[in-house]
């Protein structure tokens, strides 16, 4: 059995507005030398079975289909042991 | 996040250096200039423009910032503009002024988001809606209400839920966060827009009428606030050949061509804007919106009486990496520029601060005649001003009709080409297949997204009215026609709500003004609109031309959407459409003739788009609206007919209310088949009392309507229609199923 983290972010030049309101918010609650928040998702994808060179093929077409939004987002695959 | 910007000390391409080094390159085509654009900037300016003053040219005279195309026959609505004394600000400012009485004024004005709601259907819609809010702001008003006109693909294309759902979340996302309602729009499929939606937003808001602000910069001495977001690599798109051009490689490799918008900033702009107007402290102000710093600093220098001093390098970035240039460029959102007299700056910098805006003063206006924007110690930009924002290119494109117009125009929905219902049965099953098409069916599936009734205050006293419509097979049909069609619908929707129709904002969606039959299109769309508002006597305030909507060399129908803004004297005494009870006459107004061409029947039930589309009567149009205005206590409900006929404002009215309605067409000359499904023009159903159907009927033959006694509302749920060929009976259960499940499934 596989486990593959999906680890979607808006790319770095994209406005993260979430991000910045965290930031804020983060500073006023009292954590000092916050210089930056960027938020995003993740997706936890458990597998039967291993994760074949077919089967990464196709999740990573889909990230960039249905995870992620690649006009804005970046993404990454973790596989997880 | 590095929040003030690095002193990196660049190859900067001064005004001086563009004066000793006249034959250096510049990517001036990459830019989307032409050549002989490139060669007047060189005139105007003595010498090659800088890097930054070629970015500023480039695109303030880009046709979405310039009107290049368009300027020739947008005259027209200034020449053609009817005698009103109701227009208070007109066309050229951020949006039109309107006085509705007792001080009190409006202003409203769509615009187009068409080509970034396609890149990315959430961000571009909902910066779409931000952008037309910060317009309304900027004239002095407080926001009341957004509106937007959209337009899909076809209801059937797999694309097509990906830019729905975007789009209409982006609407919803945007101006719910801003505690603005959406009062109402379009949303229309057809295949014609598969590669380009549009997607058009009205805002409207309301002031005093000493609150009028203009965009000018005057004053020597006054000082440029920019206030709001920071400023970061937002839609620069091309001008990253700069930066790469002028600087060495440690800039950054990637500009984001997509916005996005945070409506919580936005809000925050609409409060502390709103309390340095009402403290009187704004001389001048500008929206940043297309074209960023270089349109607010060259639009406000420009409109005033001197010139302005910038020093960009105290913007404050959100990437601390951008060049000049790309400031310039920028369309980072949620930003405005504000022009201040000195006395008055620290009350604005403590407003700005109070609503936690950052805002920094980042010029002055002088009285030389330039625009001279600094870099730290380096002049990079001088210029006139008026050469970048008012007096740019203007183009008389030639155009000519369409070959194929004249057979598409004789392609009439004849009983051949489109046979027509024989039976009441299949009358019955057509008016079903109507309301269960993508363009009729419910969009309770749309609006339930966006915030309805927020503001929606208990109103005693003046209120106004708005619509936005157009048909854009009729303007494929005939654009003179099919833009007062749109005008004529629009209208007539202000009037039955018993408003008085005041003025008009225009979004004009067209295909490329390079294709000589598209800008036909345009000029014949223009010169309708203009004739028809002189004729209606209602002036164009103000609006939007986005041209290039198409895929490959097919162009979008021309698209004209129309706003109508209206005003009642008293909102209490507005029509709606829920207002009848039983044994309530029903009355149709207006003449009906056999026109099917470009309406729903002929394009839901045969597919077809052919003939020549409904007969403008905009005499007749204001005939109805004086009649329905000034018998609107008598009136107990109205409802315009428009899409689909009389067929489906009957159905609606049963869907929406918990009567039925019984009608023939015994009172009228025309078979009941015409009678349901054409769209002539200038009708609207009304109920009444059974005593007041006199003083209605014979308030329309004095003003020259027909008008037919159709029948009366009933205490059950079935719309009973008695045809010549037996009685057509649909209860309330049946009108709703197609009817409110079609959206959903075009969705799944």
């Not at chain 2, 900067?12 to 989307?32: F, K, M, N």
Request: proline fraction near 5%; charged fraction near 20%; charge should be negative.
């Amino acid at each position: 059995m596989a486990r593959i983290v999906v680890t979607v972010m808006l790319k770095p030049e994209i406005l993260d507005p979430q991000g910045a309101a965290v930031r804020g918010a983060l500073t006023r609650l009292g954590l000092s030398g916050v210089s930056d928040v960027r938020q995003g998702k993740q997706f936890v994808i458990d597998l039967d079975g291993a994760l074949d060179s077919e089967r990464e093929m196709v999740l990573t077409k889909l990230a960039g289909e249905l995870l992620a939004n690649p006009v804005i987002e970046d993404y990454q695959l973790r596989v997880e042991d | 996040m590095n929040t003030t910007p690095i002193s990196v000390r660049r190859d900067i391409d001064t005004v001086e250096r563009a004066g000793s080094t006249p034959d250096v390159q510049q990517p001036w085509a990459d830019l989307g200039l032409k050549p002989d654009e490139y060669q007047r900037i060189r005139d105007i300016l003595g010498r090659r423009p800088t890097s930054a003053e070629l970015a500023m040219y480039s695109v303030m005279w880009s046709e979405h910032c310039s009107y290049k195309s368009s300027k020739v026959h947008l005259r027209q609505f200034g020449a053609k503009q009817p005698q009103t004394d109701a227009m208070l600000v007109g066309i050229g400012e951020n949006a039109g002024v309107v006085d509705i009485g007792d001080g009190w004024a409006v202003t409203f004005k769509v615009e187009s988001h068409n080509h970034p709601s396609f890149v990315e259907p959430y961000q571009g819609a909902a910066t779409g809606v931000g952008g037309i809010v910060r317009d309304i702001l900027a004239m002095g008003a407080r926001p009341l209400a957004v509106m937007d006109s959209l337009r899909f693909g076809a209801p059937e294309h797999l694309d097509t839920p990906r830019i729905v759902s975007g789009v209409v979340a982006g609407v919803g996302g945007y101006g719910n966060c801003l505690g603005l309602p959406n009062i109402g729009g379009e949303a229309v499929f057809d295949s014609c827009y598969q590669g380009n939606p549009l997607v058009n937003a009205l805002c409207v808001g309301a002031m005093r009428h000493e609150d009028i602000h203009l965009a000018k910069a005057s004053g020597v001495g006054n000082l440029v606030v920019l206030y709001g977001a920071r400023t970061g690599g937002d839609g620069i798109g091309g001008v990253s050949v700069l930066a790469s051009e002028t600087f060495d490689a440690t800039g950054p490799a990637k500009r984001p061509s997509v916005q996005v918008g945070d409506p919580f900033m936005e809000k925050l702009l609409i409060e502390c804007t709103l309390q340095m107007f009402a403290e009187k402290l704004v001389e001048g102000i500008q929206d940043l919106g297309g074209a960023g710093l270089s349109c607010a600093t060259s639009e406000l220098a420009s409109n005033g009486d001197g010139g302005m001093r910038v020093h960009l390098d105290r913007v404050p970035l959100r990437d601390a990496t951008l060049s000049p240039e790309e400031i310039l460029m920028s369309e980072s959102q949620e930003r405005m520029m504000a022009v201040v007299h000195p006395d008055n700056i620290e009350r604005v910098m403590h407003i700005c601060q109070r609503w936690d805006v950052t805002a920094t003063v980042i010029g002055e206006v002088t009285n030389a005649s330039h625009l001279q924007v600094y870099w730290h110690d380096d002049l990079i930009v001088d210029v006139p001003p008026r050469t970048v924002a008012h007096d740019g290119p203007v183009y008389d494109r030639p155009f000519h009709r369409p070959a194929w117009l004249d057979a598409r125009q004789s392609d009439e929905p004849t009983t051949e080409r489109c046979p027509r219902p024989s039976t009441a049965e299949h009358m019955r099953q057509q008016i079903l297949e109507l309301l269960a098409s993508a363009n009729l069916c419910d969009r309770e599936w749309l609006t339930s997204q966006y915030d309805r009734y927020v503001l929606g205050n208990t109103t005693t006293g003046r209120g106004i009215a708005v619509s936005l419509d157009c048909n854009g097979r009729f303007g494929a049909l005939d654009p003179y026609v099919g833009a007062q069609l749109a005008l004529s619908e629009a209208y007539r929707n202000v009037a039955v709500s018993g408003a008085t129709p005041l003025a008009v904002t225009d979004c004009l969606n067209f295909g490329s003004p390079e294709d000589p039959e598209v800008m036909w299109q345009f000029a014949e769309a223009v010169r309708g609109l203009a004739d028809g508002c002189l004729e209606l006597g209602t002036p164009v305030t103000g609006g939007n031309v986005s041209l290039y909507n198409q895929t490959a060399t097919t162009a979008i129908h021309p698209t004209p959407v129309v706003g109508v803004l209206g005003v009642l004297d008293d909102v209490r005494t507005r029509i709606t459409m829920h207002g009848a009870k039983p044994a309530d006459a029903v009355i149709l107004i207006g003449a009906t003739q056999e026109e099917f061409a470009g309406g729903e029947w002929a394009h839901v039930v045969h597919g077809h788009l052919g003939g020549t589309p409904p007969q403008v009567n905009l005499v007749a149009e204001r005939s109805l609206a004086s009649v329905i205005r000034d018998h609107r206590h008598l009136i107990t409900s109205a409802h315009d007919l428009s899409d689909g006929g009389l067929a489906i404002a009957l159905s609606e009215l049963v869907l929406r209310n918990d009567y039925g309605l019984d009608v023939s067409f015994a009172d009228t000359d025309a078979d009941a088949f015409t009678m349901l499904f054409s769209e002539s023009v200038a009708r609207a159903v009304v109920t009444t009392a059974s005593e007041n159907v006199d003083a209605i009927r014979a308030a329309c033959e004095l003003v020259g309507l027909p008008s037919a006694l159709l029948g009366t509302v009933t205490a059950d749920d079935f719309l009973s229609i008695t045809t010549a060929d037996g009685v057509i009976t649909l209860s309330r259960a049946e009108l709703a199923e197609g009817w409110s499940r079609t959206f959903a499934r075009i969705m799944s």
